[in-house]
């Protein structure tokens, strides 16, 4: 008798055990190069399948060497172009190429390829393919009933975060430290089962970094040289609400119910963003909508009747194109980080598509400020109407965001109106946030009282504004002292005077077009306590004076910390040079946009070494 197996039967070690039983006893098995080829790329891949095919290969020969069966090797290694095109067939081609030329039995546990070797004319043998439940994982008593996650490492305790939804802690879970042969092992544990079990799937693989999801467990692995050492994360859900169980939920039922919308469920990491975006994604589908959700990874823990999409050809984009053919009521896109994210996401609402979107932000207007710049601020509030923020485990805050056509708050000339975007709480109908357009920039105020107001309004956008045309065109020291809600008065050199005023008054009259402020233009000598305020700077005082601050440099901006400064207008210097006058926010900070002239100035004193420092404007 002659046997020609493929790659699943010896993966299975199927051929063993039948030459075992006797049923194929003193057969000829001609294993095909094509076979031990497949086993060896999955082995260098480190994958079980491998290991295991490699082992029943090893169990042929030693049952060769008894005597009990005759074991060759024949046919060729396919090419690297046939490699390419394995999942078109192109190496069980190979495979069955053999069986033929040897008149063998054509020996597969793999359906499809039983179906085409017979009606190829082959001798099929089918082998129905093992039950392939996988038991505990081996990082799984790591975990207990407040476990969120796992965190393991080569030369480390074994770490864990958990708690409560918002009340995680991160502490040590076992005394001794893993050496790296136990990594191994786990790493090995959980490859084998996603390899061999339906209930997982590989997310990402990449040299170094393998993202898997096995049952409810989303599970990184780092190796070197892409980290410093071999580490398991391994995460799971804690907790599974309805939105019943959240504050304000009448309010979200409501709003979801009444059209579909386009949210945002913002909070800090760990506040329990995603466990609510699946409580809303149960209460969506048993209301009758046909739910979606788009994430990478999925890790959504939904019903069956929610269908979990990734990204398609590694493009969240190609997922958006497939499910506008699929056409849900409501997406729920987990998470939105990048301008692509956010890009897909205003698309599919644009095209009608319910959509709630997942966003890491520390306050409510964060998560909305991440729009701008990525889409047309007129659109923002066709693309987002509501703002949920989910705080220690609760919804804490609504927001209806709507556009107005309005003075912006704090402005009072009829010629500033201008389309706003107002972010109102949706529990009280108050105003608390508006976001427009001034002078080319986009600007988030936030409202208070009418003081408040004036201060944010004016005070924290008009003064930059005046001060930043005037230092275009004055080549000295400026400052800028508010009259009222329209009126500024600006102090520079005395030799710059006729450079700010321009001929005829033509360059001031120019600048008080765009800001449609009244400018007065005075000398710094004529500025009431000059001299203290400005620390002598205009007659030979000390320069450098003031308090030392350590900014910090993000992707975005340079940030200025003034605790116990919140609303205080003062000037930035560099080694007592001035740099810039600002308005500290409610927050206690200062935010200068890198890429911007003032933002140049500053990295460059700092990257020379020089004190910044701040003093009372």
Do not use: C
């Not at 205003?346 to 729009?371: E, F, K, N, P, Y």
């Amino acid at each position: 008798m002659n046997v020609v197996p493929d790659t699943s039967v010896v993966v299975d070690g199927r051929v063993s055990e039948r030459v075992e039983s006797g049923e194929f006893a003193d057969a000829t098995v001609y294993v095909p190069e094509a076979v031990v080829s497949e086993l060896e790329s999955q082995a260098n891949s480190d994958r079980e399948i491998g290991w295991q095919g490699l082992e029943e290969l090893k169990r042929l020969a030693d049952l060769a060497d008894e005597g009990r069966i005759r074991l060759e090797y024949v046919g060729r290694r396919p090419n690297e172009e046939e490699i390419r095109r394995a999942s078109a067939g192109e190496i069980d081609a190979l495979i069955r190429d053999v069986a033929s030329e040897y008149d063998a039995t054509f020996v597969t546990s793999d359906i499809v390829q039983g179906e085409v070797a017979r009606a190829k004319g082959l001798d099929v043998r089918y082998l129905e393919p093992y039950d392939s439940a996988v038991g505990e994982l081996a990082v799984e008593p790591y975990f207990d009933e407040e476990t969120m996650s796992v965190h393991l490492k080569t030369g480390m305790v074994p770490m864990a975060k958990r708690g409560t939804v918002g009340e995680m802690r991160y502490e040590a879970i076992a005394d001794e430290e893993l050496d790296d042969e136990t990594m191994r092992e786990y790493v090995h544990d959980i490859r084998n089962a996603v390899d061999v079990s339906d209930e997982g799937f590989t997310e990402l693989s990449e040299p170094g970094m393998r993202i898997v999801q096995f049952r409810n467990y989303r599970i990184a692995i780092a190796e070197p040289p892409f980290s410093d050492g071999v580490e398991i994360t391994a995460v799971r859900p804690v907790a599974k609400t309805s939105i019943g169980d959240y504050s304000h939920a009448e309010e979200m039922k409501e709003r979801l119910l009444d059209q579909q919308r386009g949210v945002l469920i913002a909070g800090a990491p760990g506040a329990g963003k995603s466990t609510f975006a699946q409580a809303v994604a149960e209460f969506l589908a048993d209301a009758g909508y046909s739910v979606k959700t788009m994430e990478k990874p999925r890790d959504l823990q939904v019903g069956p009747n929610i269908t979990q999409y990734t990204e398609l050809d590694g493009q969240m984009e190609k997922t958006a194109d497939a499910l506008l053919m699929v056409r849900p009521d409501y997406t729920i896109y987990d998470e939105v980080r990048k301008t692509s994210d956010f890009r897909t996401f205003s698309d599919m609402r644009l095209a009608g598509v319910g959509m709630v979107g997942v966003v890491h932000a520390t306050r409510a207007i964060d998560a909305l400020q991440r729009l701008v710049g990525r889409v047309e601020l007129g659109m923002i509030p066709q693309v987002v109407d509501t703002v949920a923020y989910v705080e220690a485990g609760d919804l804490t805050t609504v927001y209806d965001v709507k556009t107005r056509v309005k003075v912006p708050a704090g402005l009072v000339e009829e010629d500033l109106a201008r389309p706003v975007i107002v972010v109102s709480d949706h529990e009280t109908g108050t105003p608390e946030y508006e976001i427009y357009t001034f002078n080319r920039q986009v600007v988030t105020v936030p409202l208070g009282d009418e003081e408040e107001e004036r201060e944010t309004g004016v005070g924290r956008i008009a003064k930059q504004e005046i001060e930043r045309e005037i230092r275009s065109v004055a080549r000295g020291h400026v400052q800028v002292d508010l009259q009222g809600q329209n009126r500024a008065v600006v102090y520079v050199d005395e030799d710059d005077i006729s450079y700010v005023i321009g001929k005829g008054g033509g360059r001031i009259n120019q600048i008080e077009d765009r800001l449609g402020i009244d400018i007065d233009v005075r000398t710094l000598d004529e500025r009431p306590r000059a001299s203290a305020e400005t620390g002598g700077v205009g007659s030979g005082g000390e320069r450098g004076a003031g308090e030392r601050v350590t900014p910090e440099i993000t992707g975005r901006h340079i940030i200025v910390p003034l605790g116990g400064h919140a609303g205080e207008t003062v000037e930035v210097r560099a080694d007592g040079d001035y740099l810039f006058t600002a308005t500290v926010s409610r927050g206690g900070e200062i935010q200068v946009s890198r890429g911007s002239a003032i933002a140049e100035e500053m990295e460059g004193a700092i990257d020379r070494g020089e004190a910044i420092t701040v003093v009372p404007s």
